[in-house]
């Protein structure tokens, strides 16, 4: 099948394009954003950029959409509207942000585009009304067991971890003054000095490519997950798969994700400043609760069941139209 999407979030995108279709991406706008620019000269296989002309007169089977402002983007590039004249998915890859538990999803009671929900946690608090849903798990390629941690650190990957504050749980890395915490991502340099000065043992160790971060990462004994209300992210089963144990908030999907013997999982940050104590301390006992970590992992988010079920929702979607 031909799927027309949008490289919204990198991770998702690349295990998505892992998949037997073609996937198709517009061209990068006048900033450069957009289309397979991330990708520099080394696109996947299965990806194409496609101009609206192309669109026009060979019209996707499906088109993914993740963002609203997509459906009136279609409509004024290939002159066909999602739901009403081609087939279309939404992909929802948020919590709800206001009225919890009460949300009203923008497409609630949209009979023609379908709600895809990345966790259960989500389709359960985003209030859909008629809305067809259904839950895809994310899938997450395996990067193998690289874990060493030989480094007596705590990891902690968080994209803005100062812009998006409460959310992340950055709030909270002064628990854990006690500890080394190297953090990694997006704008996670500005991470130190938005902290107290008195709380100064956290490092922005770099924003990496994916491999070089997976080397890094493994090398950290624990890794720390404190996000309080975001979709289950990518890196936490990153961490899984590289096989490092894991100290986890209990919130959203957390506790589907993550069995306590992987390292600790609790909504009690005194019970989770212990564990790291512990697991720091205990290369050991570190190294045997990374396996049933990376286990979890892979027994839950392995590619095939994922890229199993995305295919299932795209011939269903594509099979409503015919």
Partial sequence: MR??????????????????HEYLFLPPDRSGRGGLARYGDLPPSTAYEVSAEELRDRP????????????????????????SDLPAIFLEHNTPKTDVPSTRHPLADEPQIPLVHVTHFNELFWDCGR?????????????????????????????????????????????FADFDVDAFGIDADKLPAALDPSHQRVCFAGNLHPNALYDALAERRVYLHLNRWTSLGLSLIQAMLLGLPVIVLDTTESS??????????????????????????????AQRRGLIARRAALNHYGLPRFLHDWDLAFKEAADVTR
Wanted: glycine residues 10%; proline residues 7%.
């Fill in 131 to 175: 809305t067809h849903t259904r839950v895809i798990e994310h899938g997450v390629a395996d990067p193998g067991l690289r874990y060493t941690g030989r480094l007596p650190r705590l990891a902690f990957v968080v994209n803005e971890p100062v812009r998006r504050w409460r959310v992340t749980g950055t709030d909270l890395l002064p628990h």
């Fill in 256 to 285: 589907r994700a993550v069995p306590s013997a992987a390292g600790a999982r609790s909504g009690d940050i005194n019970e989770l400043v212990a564990a790291a104590r512990a697991l720091l301390a205990d290369p050991h006992e």
């Fill in 3 to 20: 799927i027309l999407m949008w490289d919204v979030h990198g991770g998702y995108t690349d295990s998505l394009v892992a998949g037997a």
């Fill in 60 to 83: 996707p089977d499906v088109v993914l959409l993740q963002r609203l402002e997509e459906i009136e983007l279609c409509a004024e590039q290939l002159g066909r509207r999602p739901g």
